[in-house]
């Protein structure tokens, strides 16, 4: 019995002594592979002429596959259907493309493959491979380069379309918004330049587009887009500048929601600052509503009490633009809006900022007496209360000082909404930090090109606006008590005095007013 655990012991040993030893013999695998696949040859060839066919074969010295092809494939002239491509979910030493347009006599095709072809193991790309073909007897040759940037934020978008419409008898202002263009790039994910290649003589419209839908046409309401006034003639040695904006949308309704037991919500396009909603059904007298606007949404509500019906007909009007719709918005099984009440802070108490309640249904009322604010729980502090109706909210005004604690409490009753609901008892307990924790920025605009009056915003490294001031000459900006973190300077210049940044317009041939980003600050 001994002799055979003795025997267990050695064979165990052994095992553990093997496996130590092929530990320490483990092959490292040599240096890490970065060689992007070459390119063998290309069946038809590249550049070839009087192309007939509509297969394509791409021949590498290793093993590819495709990844993200759909983004970073880009045809010019753009095809109307969308090329079969192989090998999809493995790899081979080919790349096969097939088309399945009727390709137009006497034009030389584009096409580049962006970042799409990486190798098997490592996923190095063969960056920006192109394949150029001509269905007539030579490649167009000309070459237009330039610069995408946004108007308004530090960065422009990625995978932007640059387009190019040839001016003949059939192009109007409008054709961008029917018709895919004669020649397209894109920046794709890493670069704003942009270089339109093997192009043809003649006269041309440019134009960007962050094109949401990639159909290659411009869609108002979802795309941004950037424009060239005059016409662009090739040849050409001019690089230009596309300054990317977001129209404000044509105006128009949607059709209207039943989305809950006591709402229905309108939401439009555009301006709509001048619309009116009317039902034109006949609803009982017994039943009260009121229409708000939804915060921080082109939205409007119409809010009722609750009554049995199976529809209403309304109309809506815009008094500026003089333009009327009319829409039934039927009756169906849905929930009830009840009040609730947010703060628009919790935790720590910001300097410089307002403590505000925001409801969810329309505010009609407050008790000011039933709210009261107290430091370290026990001093109660003087305070106003205010019932904004515009925007559905309850602001507080008091005495804001570092180190502190503050308890604001509500009891019950303290607000009251449109269908006659009210708080239950509520605290929020809030706390601030010392002088010493934040920190203060002075900003001097110097140099002939300001211009006044001037708004100048403090925004985060997304771009959004923290602090806002506007001078009407020059001045020293100062925004005291911010937060620790990376900041940017805006100076937008308010010609018009509308206190404002005002974007472009397309069809109005407007480009977007004028703004800088300045350096960043931390």
Not at 309 to 319: A, G, W
């Amino acid at each position: 019995m001994f002799r055979k655990i003795l025997g267990y012991i050695f064979v165990s040993l052994s095992i553990v002594a093997f496996y130590q030893c092929a530990r320490k013999g483990t092959p490292t695998g040599g240096p890490k592979d970065i060689t992007p696949p070459v390119l063998l040859r290309a069946e038809p060839e590249n550049m070839s002429i009087n192309f007939k066919g509509n297969k394509i074969r791409l021949y590498f010295d290793e093993l590819v596959k495709l990844e993200k092809v759909q983004e970073q494939l880009i045809v010019s002239p753009p095809l109307k259907y969308q090329p079969m491509l192989s090998p999809q979910g493995g790899a081979n030493k080919f790349v096969e493309l097939v088309i399945k347009d009727t390709l137009k006599e006497n034009t030389t095709y584009t096409i580049n493959f962006g970042q799409s072809i990486v190798d098997n193991n490592e996923g190095n790309p063969n960056s920006f491979l192109t394949y150029v073909f001509s269905t007539g007897d030579y490649i167009d040759s000309l070459q237009l380069q330039g610069v995408v940037k946004d108007a308004f934020n530090k960065e422009a978008d990625d995978f932007i379309s640059v387009m190019l419409y040839s001016i003949d008898s059939t192009y109007t202002d409008s054709t961008i918004y029917r018709k895919p263009p004669n020649y397209i790039t894109n920046t794709l994910d890493s670069t704003i330049v942009f270089n339109l290649k093997n192009l043809k003589e003649g006269t041309y419209a440019l134009f960007a587009i962050k094109d949401q839908a990639k159909n290659n046409v411009f869609d108002q309401n979802t795309d941004k887009i950037g424009f060239i006034k005059d016409t662009v003639h090739l040849p050409t040695d001019s690089i230009y500048l596309l300054n990317l904006f977001k129209e404000v949308p044509d105006y128009v309704v949607a059709v209207p929601s039943f989305v809950a037991k006591n709402r229905i919500s309108f939401g439009y396009y555009g301006d709509g600052q001048d619309i009116s909603i009317d039902p034109i059904s006949n609803i009982p007298d017994s039943v009260n509503t009121t229409i708000l606007k939804e915060r921080d949404k082109d939205t409007l509500n119409f809010w009722f009490t609750p009554y049995d019906m199976d529809s209403i007909l309304f109309t809506v009007t815009n008094e500026n633009l003089k333009l009327i719709d009319t829409f039934k918005v039927k009756s169906r099984k849905v929930g009830i809006d009840s009040l609730r009440l947010s703060p628009s802070q919790t935790g720590t108490l910001n300097f410089n900022e307002r403590f505000s309640l925001y409801a969810n249904t329309p505010l009609s009322s407050i008790d000011s007496i039933k709210f009261s604010i107290f430091k370290q729980d026990t001093l109660q502090l003087a305070h106003i209360v205010k019932l904004d109706t515009l925007k559905n909210k309850v602001d507080f005004e008091f005495k804001v000082e570092p180190n502190e604690k503050y308890k604001i409490r509500m009891l019950p009753g303290a607000v009251e909404d449109f269908f006659d609901a009210t708080n239950d008892s509520i605290i929020f307990n809030l706390n601030t930090k010392s002088f010493a924790d934040y920190g203060n920025l002075t900003v001097t605009l110097n140099g002939n090109s300001i211009e006044y009056p001037v708004i100048v915003e403090l925004t985060n490294e997304k771009g959004e606006v923290q602090r806002t001031q506007t001078a009407m000459e020059s001045k020293n900006f100062e925004f005291n008590h911010i937060n620790p973190g990376k900041y940017l300077i805006r100076a937008i210049f308010d010609k018009n005095n509308n206190g404002k940044w005002d974007t472009g317009n397309y069809l109005k041939r407007i480009q977007p007013r004028k703004s800088f980003l300045l350096s960043q600050y931390h």
